[in-house]
Each structure stands twice: as structure tokens, then as C-alpha cells.
């Protein structure tokens, strides 16, 4: 879920054209549940194989971030989630409790005949296991695409090598990226250009935006460690929020006293007592200084073996995204076509 800074957020619109040529870091749990949610079936059942294996998310991967790279010349690196802070439990138990309540309203919307509802209720259902982590995983190395383990939080892993210099951007729906450091957050990768919303039954228009740290704690005078005092007032995916205490006035308050140390007594006393703790998570995160962006080959015989032969990818489709591919690495230079294409 992240933390809600859209009220003070200072951003600005762009086009996917804007960033050709850029290399961004994307979360790839958040993008593949976005993928799980809304490729389905009009019941709102995932796309799955013969076998019972889901797919939906692997049908994004292919079809829509092959298309970002090819028809944008974009360089993407996928960055995984590793093992949560144990402080992310209660926000995992509340997701838990959300798709729970979810399931049994999609089966009684199928029962009724309620497909629109169905659909609703489906998307928030999506669950990602290791299986289909590493199913994603096997299809971008078959793509050459490069992925990247992080020991904890996704997020925390992209903004550090945004920081280094080795991507443009991080790219994420949710603004914790800011909270880890992030220079620039790019948010809606999106071809498509809209976003279903379950609770209302339908779907809103979507444009990318470009979220520059340094001009955001430039615009409200902050600095970023008062910015994650101020996602701590709010709540965080760590810690729950201080009741009554919006992003707006949470900005007023940290502006006006500092940080969290100085906040009047009736209000220091509400904020939970770990949020030194939580503090640190998004200063100091375990990240991997050792991390290694490597670009593979794109391997054509492999991607059907696995796509179609085991998956019951369309032959024809999986054909067109490896014809899609190549043209692109033909558009780059010598050098990098050598390393692409054995």
C-alpha cells in the first residue's frame, strides 16, 4: 500500500517518451501484482495454464514490458522484494484479512450472476507465491532483461542504486521510495493509461509522473529525514498513523517542531513508540552494495519451450514479442547487439 503523500506531492506530468533511453529500476512485486489484479477473465479469475499454473502476471511481463522497452527504448531492471521487516507483519495480516473478505465476495458475485462485481472483487484477491516469483524470474532471464534479489524491501534496493548513479530513476506506484532516497521516482509505467478501481466498479485515466526528491523537500523546506517523520504521523506500511493526522497537517507539524522528538506532549504521546525503529528502515535499509544489473541474451527456442510448451502460451504471440525484441536490438549499436544475440 505505501504511504499516503499525494496531498503534498509536488510531481510532474510526462509522456513514456520523455524517458527513452533511460534505465529505471522497477519494484517488481508492485508491478506484478498490478498485472495479477487486472489481466483476467471476465469472472475475474486469473489467467492460468492447462495445468493450473497462473499466468497473468507472466502475460505482463511479455506483452506490455517487452513493448515499453521496444516501443520507448527503455532499459528496465526488475528489483525483488526479499524477506520483510518484521515490523511489515500487521500490514501483511491486514492484506491477508482484505483478500479473505475479497474471495468471498467474488464467489457470491459469480453465484449471482454479477460479473461486474465479480470482476471488482477479483482484483483484490491476488496473491503472489514464490513459484510464480520465480516463474517471473525465468522469463525475464529468457528475455534478457536483468533482475535484481534485494535482501529486504524492493523499494529501499532501486532507490540505493538510484542513488549510485546505475539507474535514472526508481519506478513504483508507491511514494516509499521517496522515504528510502530515491533522486527521481517515476510513477504509472503504464501503456495502457488507466487504472481500474475496485471499490468504485470502474476504471480512471492514468498519466506518467516524475516525483524529484530534492524538488519536493526544496518546495516544503524538509529535509528527508523530517519527510519520513512526516509518513511516520501518517502510517506507513510499518507502523500505524496518529489518529486525525493528515499528510497536510503532519507537514505543518514537522515544519513547525522539527521532528517527531519535539512534537507537544499530547501529540508525541499517540505516535507509536517503535518509530525510531521505523525511522531507521527507511534511512538505513538493508540493501545489497554488491548488487549486479546483467543483461542475457534473448533466447527464442527456450521462451517457447517455456511459454508455450509448458504455460500454453499462444505460439503466434510469443512469436510477435520475439519479433518485437529483435528489431530493438537491432536498433542498438554494434557492440550492444553482440551482447545480446549470441
Known amino acids: 500500500m505505501g504511504v499516503n503523500l499525494t496531498p503534498i506531492i509536488c510531481k510532474r506530468i510526462i509522456k513514456l517518451d520523455d524517458l527513452e533511453g533511460r534505465t529505471l529500476a522497477v519494484d517488481a512485486n508492485n508491478v506484478l501484482y498490478q498485472f495479477l489484479a487486472l489481466i483476467r477473465t471476465p469472472d475475474g479469475s486469473p489467467l492460468k495454464s492447462r495445468d493450473g499454473r497462473i499466468t497473468s502476471h507472466l ?3 511479455l506483452y506490455r514490458s517487452t513493448r ?18 518484521r515490523h511489515k507483519e500487521r500490514e501483511i495480516e491486514k492484506r491477508r484479512q482484505v483478500r479473505r473478505r475479497a474471495e468471498e465476495e467474488w464467489r457470491e458475485a459469480l453465484k449471482a450472476g454479477d460479473y461486474a462485481k465479480a470482476f471488482s472483487k477479483a482484483v483484490m484477491t491476488s496473491r503472489l507465491t514464490r513459484e510464480m516469483i520465480e516463474d517471473a524470474k525465468r522469463l525475464l532471464s529468457l528475455l534478457g532483461i536483468p533482475y535484481v534479489q534485494a535482501p529486504s524491501e524492493g523499494e529501499a534496493q532501486a532507490a540505493y ?8 530513476a526508481s519506478s513504483s506506484r508507491d511514494y516509499d521510495s ?10 504509472y509505467l503504464t501503456i495502457s493509461g488507466r487504472e ?3 471499490s468504485l466498479g470502474v476504471s480512471r485515466p492514468l498519466e506518467p509522473e516524475l ?3 530534492g524538488e519536493l523537500l526544496f518546495h516544503h523546506g524538509i529535509t528527508r529525514r523530517q519527510l519520513v517523520d512526516i509518513a511516520i504521523l501518517i502510517g506507513t506500511d510499518f507502523n500505524r498513523g496518529v489518529r486525525g493526522i493528515g499528510p497536510k497537517k503532519a507537514l505543518d507539524l514537522i515544519r513547525r517542531y522539527g521532528c ?20 531507521e528502515i527507511f534511512l538505513r535499509p ?4 554488491n548488487y549486479e544489473i546483467k543483461y542475457g541474451y534473448l533466447k527464442r527456442e527456450e521462451l517457447y519451450e517455456f511459454l508455450c510448451e509448458e504455460l500454453d502460451f499462444s505460439r503466434d504471440r510469443v512469436g510477435r514479442v520475439i519479433d518485437r525484441m529483435l528489431s530493438h536490438y537491432r536498433r542498438m549499436s554494434q557492440s550492444q547487439l553482440e551482447r545480446w544475440i549470441p
Request: net charge neutral; glycine share 6%; charged share 25%.
Open 59 to 61: 502475460a505482463g511481463l
Open 68 to 85: 515499453l522497452i521496444s516501443n520507448y527504448n527503455m532499459n528496465l531492471v526488475f528489483v525483488f522484494d526479499g524477506k520483510p521487516p
Open 161 to 168: 542504486m538510484a542513488i549510485k548513479g546505475d539507474v535514472w
Open 178 to 187: 521517496l522515504l528510502f532516497g530515491t533522486p527521481r521516482l517515476v510513477r
Open 196 to 198: 481500474f478501481l475496485p
Open 211 to 213: 516525483i524529484t526528491l
Open 260 to 279: 517527531i522528538e519535539k512534537l507537544p506532549e499530547i501529540i508525541r504521546r499517540r505516535v507509536p513508540e517503535n518509530y525510531d525503529e521505523v525511522r
Open 286 to 289: 538493508d540493501i545489497d552494495t
